[in-house]
């Protein structure tokens, strides 16, 4: 009798911790919109506005990372100023930038115009800049499907940390070929670079964690082509079961064929996509134009329409 007894309050027990770690719908849902990234300490020292303060890898006269001050009105210079940390501007040109909730940034190398201030070989390596002392150092080296060509200069395209899984995504499309897609994604620990999963064979741009579905996933924007496709994360942030098709541009905006190369969510749970043109080569910046796009994921049809 006694047995029996422990049997059933430890199958009770087994029963209630499973129900207390599973997550309500509402809180599913909340990935991906409610923001946990903070502000490295190293701004207010620097006596920036954190209000007014963002980083940017775009200015054409600085290379690398960078962060600016805006003007306390839309348009207004005034008080707009610059900083920029002798580590930031070693490593050649940079692009996608993400934030972590200690106010860590993590950034990575995108070449711009020629390949002279990006090696080749340097692609693929993801860079951390510290929250509290702003020294910017390699994070992490990913592993390449092949080495860099003439046809395909590129390596990481995009970057996002998960508030969720505190767990940091990387797409890259180094090794990729003209007509073979090689590229990865890759799911890295922050705390020490380590890879603790991979998804191969995706070419990907854009990419963001969320959870408007009622599933946890992972949405990336083909480099390829104009759609938009997630796939399934497991609790301690791995890829789990096959990609899907969510979206497409296709025949969206003014030029047609945009790529996502950003995707976030807003407030609502609306997906906003930063669609641009790409094409595997190096256009001018001043030459790329960018269209935001927004849908919205209807419940009962199970799929995203287009908003505008």
Same mark, same amino acid.
């Given at each position: 009798?006694?047995?029996?007894?422990? $049997?059933?309050?430890?199958?009770?027990?087994?029963?209630?911790?499973?129900?207390?770690?599973? %997550?309500?719908? #509402?809180?599913?849902?909340?990935?991906?919109?409610?923001?946990?990234?903070?502000?490295?300490?190293?701004?207010? #020292?620097?006596?920036?506005?954190?209000?007014?303060?963002?980083?940017?890898?775009?200015?054409?006269? %600085?290379?690398?990372?960078?962060?600016?001050?805006?003007?306390?009105?839309?348009?207004?210079?005034?008080?707009?100023?610059?900083?920029?940390?002798?580590?930031?501007?070693?490593?050649?040109?940079?692009?996608?930038?993400?934030?972590?909730?200690?106010?860590?940034?993590?950034?990575?190398?995108?070449?711009?115009?020629?390949?002279?201030?990006?090696?080749?070989?340097?692609?693929?390596?993801?860079?951390?800049?510290?929250?509290?002392?702003?020294?910017?150092?390699?994070?992490?080296?990913?592993?390449?499907?092949?080495?860099?060509?003439?046809?395909?200069?590129?390596?990481?395209?995009?970057?996002?940390?998960?508030?969720?899984?505190?767990?940091?995504?990387?797409?890259?499309?180094?090794?990729?070929?003209?007509?073979?897609?090689?590229?990865?994604?890759?799911?890295?620990? &922050?705390?020490?670079?380590?890879?603790?999963?991979?998804?191969?064979?995706?070419?990907?741009?854009?990419?963001?964690?969320?959870?408007?579905?009622?599933?946890?996933?992972?949405?990336?924007?083909?480099?390829?082509?104009?759609?938009?496709?997630?796939?399934?994360?497991?609790?301690?942030?791995?890829?789990?079961?096959?990609?899907?098709?969510?979206?497409?541009?296709?025949?969206?905006?003014?030029? $047609?064929?945009?790529?996502?190369?950003?995707?976030?969510?807003?407030?609502?749970?609306?997906? %906003?996509?930063?669609?641009?043109?790409?094409?595997?080569?190096?256009?001018? &910046?001043?030459?790329?134009?960018?269209?935001?796009?927004?849908?919205?994921?209807?419940?009962?049809?199970?799929?995203?329409?287009?908003?505008?």
């Amino acid at each position: 009798m006694k047995s029996k007894l422990v $049997g059933i309050f430890s199958l009770l027990l087994l029963v209630f911790t499973g129900c207390a770690e599973k %997550m309500t719908e #509402e809180e599913i849902a909340d990935i991906g919109i409610i923001p946990c990234q903070r502000q490295p300490a190293f701004i207010k #020292e620097l006596g920036f506005d954190p209000a007014r303060s963002a980083f940017s890898t775009s200015e054409k006269r %600085m290379q690398g990372l960078v962060l600016i001050q805006l003007g306390p009105g839309p348009g207004d210079s005034t008080g707009k100023k610059y900083w920029q940390d002798p580590s930031w501007k070693q490593f050649g040109h940079l692009g996608p930038i993400t934030t972590d909730h200690n106010g860590n940034v993590y950034t990575a190398p995108v070449p711009v115009i020629n390949v002279l201030d990006n090696l080749p070989g340097k692609q693929n390596i993801i860079y951390r800049v510290d929250g509290k002392t702003g020294s910017m150092k390699p994070l992490t080296d990913l592993p390449a499907a092949g080495k860099p060509t003439e046809e395909n200069p590129f390596g990481l395209l995009g970057l996002y940390f998960d508030c969720h899984g505190k767990k940091l995504y990387a797409s890259s499309v180094a090794g990729s070929t003209r007509n073979q897609e090689k590229g990865k994604l890759f799911a890295v620990d &922050p705390a020490n670079g380590k890879v603790i999963d991979e998804l191969t064979g995706r070419d990907a741009l854009g990419i963001c964690v969320g959870g408007i579905t009622g599933e946890k996933r992972l949405f990336f924007g083909s480099s390829r082509t104009s759609e938009v496709y997630s796939i399934e994360l497991t609790k301690e942030g791995r890829f789990t079961g096959s990609a899907r098709k969510e979206l497409s541009l296709d025949l969206l905006g003014p030029r $047609g064929d945009d790529k996502a190369r950003r995707i976030r969510f807003d407030k609502n749970g609306d997906m %906003m996509i930063f669609g641009v043109e790409f094409n595997f080569n190096l256009t001018a &910046p001043t030459e790329k134009q960018e269209t935001i796009y927004r849908f919205r994921y209807d419940p009962e049809e199970k799929k995203w329409d287009f908003v505008q």
